[in-house]
């Protein structure tokens, strides 16, 4: 459910008509709902709430402030995967004892400044980076919270790209070598270990991958506590899926129950790391057709926005609803190509996007589910402006990060000595 919908044949964002934030702030641009992001985290926190969960969001799925404050707000933490995340979790008032550090290649500076600001949980992936983490934290003379991120070697039936708990992958340490690993962090001063971590990848429809997932950890869990360790916390990382086009992923009801099933009777405390699912469809990226191309196959409606600004396509294959800005329903359709400006035959934003026949330049169009993975992965090839990104809330909207200029972008760059004039 979301808070993008039709009024009169035109579409809104909560209570602001879209045509309306693209006459004032120019296309393409980001528009999150901050409604539909409040109702994605009550479901779905509400959902685990009996379990006594801690929901950490994974703010690489939508870094900017505005909406990690909107979640923080709410009650969430932050899941993290570099120091730059980290700068904005606390940037938008996540306390650090809510924020867990995960990612595979931390770096020691990294180490030292989320041990510095107190962080909530180090998810460690490798017996080196384990070690660095001790010898860090005691030289700061500070003791790390440490959770030992595993791969369950399951494969959770997504794209190869956004799979990551399957052995060949770089994720995690095997089920096998993290007892050992264990008692190597109970026996090391500087290291609390607090408990395991797992993620078996992104964009999951099906429950079945976390359920084998989960089942595995709970094992492990027994077993460490056969040995004599502690173990305080499970986090059960993120991965479920939202609708893009035709998906029917479970519900977090359904989710929670499997939780239930799998680990309810470990007595850990609970984190999960959502990220797609609080804010993929709280977000629309508004574009504006340049050009109607009609080729003797197909037809390439020709936008503003490209793969620059929404990888998704390009990279993972994904789908992307596309509606008109202003709808009229009984209008005859074509299947159209919609692609951006970039020089990428990749450059596809949809595939077969069903459009009014008679779509012409200047017409405004949403592509749907955009929330997610989308503004975070945005980047500034061609020498495009960074895209804009606005937030709305009931019948207010604002830029959230305002679209730098050219001056701005291009001096960036600096010309050697040797090349001044
Ligand atoms: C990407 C990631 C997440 C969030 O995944 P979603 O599919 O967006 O829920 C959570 N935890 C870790 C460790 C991640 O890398």
Excluded at 12 to 28: K, L, W, Y
Excluded at 392 to 417: C, H, K, M, W
Aim: aromatic share 6%; with cysteine.
């Amino acid at each position: 459910m979301n808070h993008f919908e039709y009024r009169d044949g035109r579409l809104f964002a909560e209570g602001v008509a879209v045509a309306e934030i693209a006459a004032a702030v120019g296309t393409p641009f980001y528009c999150y709902s901050a409604a539909t992001l409040t109702r994605h985290y009550q479901v779905f926190a509400g959902a685990l709430a009996s379990l006594g969960a801690l929901v950490c969001y994974a703010v690489k799925a939508n870094s900017n402030i505005a909406v990690i404050r909107t979640l923080a707000r709410l009650g969430a933490g932050a899941d993290v995967v570099s120091e730059g995340e980290l700068r904005r979790a606390l940037a938008a008032g996540v306390p650090a004892e809510k924020i867990v550090f995960s990612g595979v290649g931390k770096t020691r500076p990294e180490m030292a400044f989320a041990l510095e600001a107190g962080i909530g949980q180090f998810n460690v992936e490798s017996a080196p980076e384990l070690e660095a983490l001790a010898e860090i934290a005691a030289g700061l003379g500070r003791t790390a919270p440490v959770a030992l991120r595993v791969n369950p070697d399951v494969d959770a039936n997504t794209h190869h790209k956004i799979a990551t708990g399957r052995k060949e992958d770089k994720f995690g340490i095997d089920l096998a070598l993290a007892p050992a690993l264990y008692a190597r962090a109970a026996a090391l001063p500087s290291l609390k270990p607090v408990g395991i971590a797992v993620h078996i990848g992104s964009q999951l429809t099906t429950l079945d991958p976390f359920r084998a997932a989960f089942a595995r950890v709970a094992a492990l869990v027994r077993s460490l506590r056969a040995q004599g360790l502690t173990v305080e916390r499970l986090d059960l990382g993120g991965g479920l899926g939202i609708v893009y086009e035709g998906e029917s992923p479970p519900n977090p009801a359904d989710y929670a129950a499997m939780v239930a099933e799998t680990v309810g009777g470990l007595d850990v405390k609970l984190v999960f790391e959502p990220g797609r699912v609080l804010v993929g469809n709280a977000g629309i990226l508004v574009t504006s057709v340049i050009f109607v191309k009609d080729t003797a196959t197909k037809r390439f409606v020709i936008v503003d926005a490209a793969m620059n600004d929404l990888i998704r396509p390009a990279l993972y294959d994904a789908k992307h609803n596309v509606v008109p800005a202003a709808d009229r329903r009984n209008a005859a359709r074509r299947a159209a190509e919609v692609v951006g400006p970039v020089c990428e035959t990749g450059d596809v934003l949809a595939r077969g996007a069903a459009l009014p026949d008679d779509i012409a330049a200047g017409a405004l169009l949403a592509i749907e589910s955009a929330g997610a993975y989308g503004a975070a992965m945005a980047s500034t090839y061609n020498t495009r402006l960074p895209v804009a990104e606005v937030m709305v809330n009931g019948d207010q909207f604002f830029v959230i990060r305002p679209r730098p200029d050219y001056e701005a972008l291009i001096s960036l760059d600096r010309l050697p000595t040797w090349l001044e004039d």
